[in-house]
């Protein structure tokens, strides 16, 4: 029987040879390590050849892997242009879209997003509005905005919008780590959800994901966070945990970076888990433009 090959593992196969690593292949496309692996493992088995080489500091290309490596890019474009000549060819759809947008442009994969909405929709113009989950929730129920992004826990059900029902796409779930400041790792060594709660934190309103997630970890755990302080942002709890202030949830690749990068203490017992959605009403999915954007959604994210 014929065996065609999965774009999704020539997708893993170019962001593999791109980063150097499974690992930070992972991070990338949002997915698990052995579900990279997977995809290089079928690739190399659909191909009968052996396309990387492992070294000390990671993986490499081997002759045949580097050869066709172009190749295998050459498909995705193709596969992007077919799309696109396909679309403009069945009618032109033009109109607003206004997005809600979270967190930081790069985690939400906005610009590639938007690059590749502009390229096969050029007719569709986009609002950006940026908030808290919960008030990207908000605004959809208000009508304010066309769709948006949602952090909430991984088994949270989809939210409700006003009276309408909302339609969630899950896009990756991913961890948050306790971050301190510098010098404060002896007091995050070992401690346990109650003792972190006796420390000063950098709380966030309630309409947001940090303030959601805590507050169901402390309940379980029957304990009260020490709030010290409230931000909005997490550029804003990252500067004041670096200042000394107090404790913040960070993304983990953040997390782990920072305490490469400036000394930040980071708990190695306890972790939160998330997972990141996109949510519209389920009224919406009939509108061309709606449409539009979560075709193009769907190549930006491999959805969970």
Known sequence: MTRYTNINALLAFITVAREGSVSRAADVLNLTQPAVSQQLKRLAQDTGTPLFSRTGTGLILTDDGAALLAKAEHVLNAMDDFRS???????????????????????????????????????????LSHAVSGDVLARLARGQIDAGFFLAAPDAPAPQAGDDPVHMIPLAQFSYRVIAPPGWQSRVDRADWPSLATLPWIGTPPTSSHHGLLAEVFARHNCVQNVVAKVD????????????????????????????????????????????????????????????????????????
Request: net charge positive; glycine share 6%.
């Open 85 to 127: 000549s396909a679309r403009k060819r069945s009618g032109r759809i033009g109109g607003t879209l206004r997005i809600g947008t979270i967190v930081d442009p790069d985690f939400i994969r906005l610009g590639p997003l938007l690059r590749r909405l502009r390229a096969d929709y050029p007719d569709i113009t986009t609002e």
């Open 233 to 304: 942002q997490e550029a804003s709890m990252l500067e004041m945990v670096r200042a000394g202030v107090g404790l913040s949830l960070c993304r983990e690749s953040i997390a782990l970076h920072e305490r490469q990068t400036s000394g930040l203490a980071v708990s190695d017992v306890v972790t939160v888990p998330a997972r990141l959605s996109f949510l519209t009403q389920e009224r919406h999915l009939d509108r061309p433009t709606v449409r539009a954007l979560l075709d193009t959604l769907s190549q930006t994210w491999t959805p969970i």
